[in-house]
């Protein structure tokens, strides 16, 4: 966790510096140095601005089906309201009525919708998804576990790395599927189906929704909100549960 904030707070820096090389939105007539310093950490504040709704827009995607890519629009979106609030209280000498009442607001907000879509793609091209691997496990296994279902015998388990441990989970991430263990997650190139085809009898369990499939044995209980019902695994994961497969679930005596 820290290793990843860490690498945030870096890329935000850079990007930061970028644009206060460039000056968008007239920050070039300001001094070079008083530039960086303000686009430096405009972006660390969009950052810490912009986490809580991309990792809500993830809670959205996995429940819904929608595209991460379009949940990641709409917390942008929503995110970047605030966000313009705080660029005018800065334009408008830090007097909050006035930056409410300004006639430039939307201008402001248009900005920051601009630059708040261009920095949230650096980071999915960077880092990959800024909403994945908020899950409550150990750090992601290093890179170099991600594997080509080519490059692999036709065993799922065989894909996971060394000492991955028990399988608890899958979660489809795009083109990837995301493994979950006590010790960490993995990501791995293969479609969810054709993952749960390879496990086949191997692990006991079932998909529970578009997007995760949960071993039996992982399961510690379980969570309902109205209709709404989430599992508790082994190592405190959260998986949604499709509604139209409650009831099967609960004939086959998982809750």
């Given at each position: 966790m ?8 870096l ?8 644009l206060?090389l ?11 140095g ?72 939307p ?43 080519q ?82 695994l ?18 086959a005596?998982?809750?």
């Amino acid at each position: 966790m820290i290793r990843r904030i860490a690498i945030y707070l870096l890329v935000a820096v850079i990007i930061g510096a970028f644009l206060g090389l460039l000056g968008p939105f007239e920050t070039y007539r300001f001094a070079v140095g008083l530039r960086m310093a303000y686009w430096i950490f405009m972006i660390i504040a969009g950052l810490a601005i912009f986490r809580p709704t991309l990792i809500a827009s993830d809670w959205l995607a996995a429940e819904t089906g929608m595209p991460r890519w379009a949940a990641g629009g709409v917390a942008i979106t929503i995110g970047s309201l605030p966000m313009t609030l705080l660029v005018a209280w800065l334009f408008n000498g830090f007097n909050l009525a006035r930056a409410i009442h300004s006639d430039v607001l939307p201008v402001f907000y248009g900005q920051v919708l601009l630059i708040s879509l261009l920095t949230y793609s650096v980071y999915r091209t960077v880092l990959g998804d800024p909403a994945v691997a908020e899950s409550p496990v150990a750090p992601d296994v290093p890179p170099q576990s991600v594997q080509s279902p080519q490059s692999q015998p036709r065993s799922f388990e065989a894909r996971l790395p060394p000492g991955f441990g028990e399988l608890l989970a899958l979660s489809s991430e795009d083109h990837y599927v995301r493994a979950h263990g006590h010790n960490g997650t993995v990501l791995i190139l293969i479609r969810l189906r054709d993952a749960i085809d390879e496990l086949g009898a191997a692990v006991p369990g079932e998909q529970v929704h578009r997007s995760w499939w949960v071993a039996r044995a992982a399961v510690t209980g379980r969570k309902s909100q109205g209709r709404a019902v989430r599992l508790v695994l082994a190592n405190s994961l959260e998986v949604p549960v499709a509604r139209e497969r409650v009831a099967g679930l609960k004939a086959a005596g998982w809750f």
